[in-house]
């Protein structure tokens, strides 16, 4: 699994800005091959392939094992206070009778300064689990997570367990989410899914104010944005792509009808292209649409010095070999 978060990312800060919900839960939705279930990636969860169905546990307190934030969560924590004055405590010493541990010996308890320690009791969570389609032999099983705790957004400690709830389904499933707390657990597939709204060229003003649905983007936001409109009007589009998955969201091109070209604007560290199976990869899932493992389905180039004209080559060279 990935590393722990060290803060609450921007994107869970953002979608919590946004809703007006004011109590939350930490949830995602994942997929896994069955292949992966197979070989145990799920194991400490209870997630086992059985014999005539994935067998998948309604909730399940994490293995200590899994990471920091799991034994916190079995264990307890014990924390040292350095904000409050240092205390005097005792370490028990065996010192020998009379010079000579021959004679045997007694215990010696020596004076140190330390800080004071508290101990947090452990909390004990639960993550509850549910998979839409168990059925054998499939490739990906869609697995949705959640952390049982409703978070109110007003509790002085909201913050807090937020982190610690995000790093428990990091340490667990290897992702991370968040959802409203009223939202059902069989919904959370709903938020990996890009809707997706394919319209002919517009202005540079119409396109940022569709990429951004009203909200008001920041200043680089908003030139980034510009940057790209005016890159991929110089690939002379039939049609601007334009998706939404929660706070998430995306602008593209589409350069012939097989031929698409895209990148998150909100982290855009990256172009991708679809081509060839353009209607069947638009239903994916944000997630699988940006793991880049499609192979001769799916390129990746990343923004860095010459990336425009490594795209500009690639396109070109799609469309000699089309």
């Given at each position: 699994?990935?590393?722990n978060?060290?803060?609450?990312?921007k994107?869970?800060?953002?979608?919590?800005?946004k809703?007006?919900?004011?109590?939350?839960?930490?949830?995602?939705?994942?997929?896994?091959?069955g292949?992966?279930?197979?070989?145990?990636?799920?194991?400490?969860?209870?997630?086992?392939?059985?014999t005539?169905?994935?067998?998948?546990?309604?909730?399940i307190v994490?293995?200590?094992t899994?990471?920091?934030?799991?034994?916190?969560?079995?264990?307890?924590?014990?924390?040292?206070?350095?904000?409050?004055?240092?205390?005097?405590?005792y370490?028990?010493?065996?010192a020998?009778?009379?010079?000579?541990?021959y004679?045997?010996?007694h215990?010696?308890?020596l004076?140190?300064e330390?800080?004071?320690?508290?101990?947090?009791?452990?909390?004990?969570?639960?993550?509850?689990?549910?998979?839409?389609?168990p059925?054998p032999?499939?490739?990906?099983?869609?697995?949705?997570?959640?952390?049982?705790?409703?978070?109110?957004?007003?509790?002085?400690?909201?913050?807090?367990?937020?982190l610690?709830?995000?790093?428990?389904?990091q340490?667990?499933?290897g992702a991370?989410?968040?959802?409203?707390a009223?939202?059902p657990?069989a919904?959370?597939?709903?938020s990996?899914?890009?809707?997706?709204?394919?319209?002919?060229?517009?202005t540079?003003?119409?396109?940022?104010?569709?990429?951004?649905?009203?909200?008001v983007?920041?200043?680089?936001?908003?030139?980034?944005?510009?940057?790209?409109?005016?890159?991929?009007?110089?690939?002379?589009?039939?049609?601007?792509?334009?998706?939404?998955?929660g706070?998430r969201r995306?602008f593209?091109a589409?350069?012939?009808?097989?031929?698409?070209?895209f990148?998150?604007?909100e982290?855009?560290?990256?172009?991708?292209?679809?081509?060839?199976?353009?209607?069947?990869?638009?239903?994916?899932s944000?997630?699988?649409?940006?793991?880049?493992?499609?192979?001769?389905?799916?390129?990746?180039?990343?923004?860095k010095?010459g990336w425009?004209?490594?795209?500009?080559?690639y396109?070109?060279?799609?469309?000699?070999?089309?």
């Amino acid at each position: 699994m990935k590393k722990n978060l060290r803060k609450i990312p921007k994107e869970i800060l953002e979608k919590i800005k946004k809703s007006k919900a004011e109590t939350f839960v930490a949830g995602c939705a994942v997929k896994f091959s069955g292949e992966d279930i197979r070989k145990g990636t799920l194991s400490h969860l209870g997630i086992v392939m059985g014999t005539d169905v994935l067998l998948v546990p309604d909730r399940i307190v994490p293995p200590a094992t899994q990471g920091k934030n799991s034994a916190i969560n079995v264990n307890g924590e014990e924390i040292r206070r350095d904000d409050l004055p240092k205390e005097t405590h005792y370490t028990p010493v065996e010192a020998p009778n009379w010079g000579d541990s021959y004679n045997g010996t007694h215990t010696v308890w020596l004076p140190h300064e330390a800080y004071p320690r508290e101990f947090n009791s452990p909390r004990l969570l639960e993550i509850s689990m549910t998979c839409a389609n168990p059925q054998p032999d499939q490739k990906e099983y869609l697995i949705s997570f959640r952390v049982e705790e409703i978070l109110d957004i007003k509790h002085k400690n909201f913050h807090k367990w937020l982190l610690e709830d995000l790093n428990l389904l990091q340490e667990n499933v290897g992702a991370y989410g968040i959802e409203e707390a009223e939202k059902p657990i069989a919904e959370y597939i709903n938020s990996l899914n890009v809707t997706w709204d394919i319209l002919p060229p517009g202005t540079k003003e119409e396109a940022i104010r569709r990429i951004f649905s009203g909200a008001v983007p920041k200043q680089k936001q908003r030139e980034t944005a510009g940057e790209r409109y005016d890159f991929f009007m110089s690939l002379k589009p039939i049609r601007f792509v334009f998706g939404k998955s929660g706070f998430r969201r995306y602008f593209g091109a589409k350069i012939e009808e097989n031929l698409i070209i895209f990148e998150n604007m909100e982290y855009g560290n990256a172009i991708y292209i679809l081509f060839d199976k353009w209607e069947e990869m638009s239903k994916r899932s944000r997630l699988e649409l940006l793991s880049g493992k499609f192979g001769t389905d799916f390129f990746r180039v990343v923004h860095k010095d010459g990336w425009e004209e490594t795209v500009r080559s690639y396109i070109s060279e799609k469309k000699k070999s089309a």
